[in-house]
């Protein structure tokens, strides 16, 4: 296995958390004062920035009325819903720091999961679940039990590679549902990324690689866009961390058509004419 590439340690370093939100009103209150508390326990300089993405429920309001009493939580407004990668290239013009977190600001994600990719390893034999040695860490969602039918199918899969190619997979960490895992599969071919949940909005990463990698969806594509140009820059992309079962959204919920208009458009455009240079000097490859 060839060595990985020295990177500067960073896992100690200041943070940017950036909470993409829509319509939480509800649960605002408590999200905020549960990333403070965490944040604060770090014992290191952070920012908490918070979009909003044209809320329609009073969000936007609540959460500047939230950040006056806390010295170290930023709000910016979207006037009309453009979404979540438009959201988080918001969050880029304003984050300072080196470590960058993103997330959505939605009950389910909660701050102890940042502690999972922030946490050392003891183990030293696999320096890529750390952030000192990657570029970027990514959660995985899935904690549903995997129907038995795909159980069965992995199975006669894994044999199969055993016996042809000397090469035994590893069964799937959980259950995304079949266009989530379709999703994965097509991103594999197109763009070489091996994750098992590609869009999943949790992750750590160096701020530092966005001045490679503009980004150009406004839609969740982002998610996948980020993985595709990374990988196909040669960063170091570290193995995808589990979340605890059953705190994430539910992943039945069907995307409306708007949603899945927007996540064609975007996709569309990353593959037809993929940026990859800092913001303001666009360069296409």
């Not at 905020?32 to 920012?47: C, H, I, K, P, Q």
């Not at 970027?136 to 159980?151: C, D, I, K």
Request: with cysteine; hydrophobic share 40%; net charge neutral.
């Amino acid at each position: 296995m060839p060595e990985l590439p020295e990177l500067t340690p960073i896992a100690s370093q200041p943070l940017s958390v950036v909470l993409l939100t829509r319509n939480q009103a509800g649960h605002l209150e408590a999200l905020l004062a549960a990333w403070v508390t965490y944040l604060n326990g770090l014992d290191r300089e952070y920012e908490l920035i918070v979009v909003d993405d044209g809320s329609t429920d009073g969000t936007s309001e609540l959460a500047e009325k939230l950040a006056a009493g806390y010295r170290r939580v930023l709000v910016r407004r979207h006037e009309r819903a453009q979404g979540e990668g438009a959201a988080l290239r918001t969050a880029l013009t304003l984050a300072q720091h080196p470590l960058l977190c993103y997330t959505l600001g939605d009950p389910h994600y909660v701050p102890a999961d940042l502690g999972k990719l922030l946490r050392k390893r003891t183990d030293s034999s696999k320096p890529d679940l750390e952030i000192d040695h990657v570029h970027l860490l990514s959660a995985s969602r899935g904690g549903q039990s995997v129907p038995w039918a795909w159980q069965a199918l992995g199975v006669w899969w894994r044999l199969l590679n055993r016996v042809l190619f000397a090469y035994f997979p590893q069964p799937l960490p959980g259950w995304l549902g079949w266009k989530r895992h379709a999703l994965s599969f097509l991103v594999r071919v197109l763009f070489g990324v091996r994750y098992h949940d590609v869009a999943c909005p949790f992750r750590l990463l160096r701020r530092e690689i966005f001045a490679r990698i503009p980004l150009q969806s406004d839609g969740a594509f982002v998610h996948v866009e980020i993985l595709a140009k990374a990988n196909y820059l040669g960063m170091m992309m570290g193995e995808q961390v589990p979340l605890e079962p059953g705190r994430y959204p539910p992943l039945t919920t069907e995307m409306s058509r708007e949603e899945r208009r927007q996540l064609h458009t975007d996709a569309c455009r990353v593959l037809r004419h993929p940026t990859f240079t800092a913001y303001g000097l666009a360069e296409e490859r």
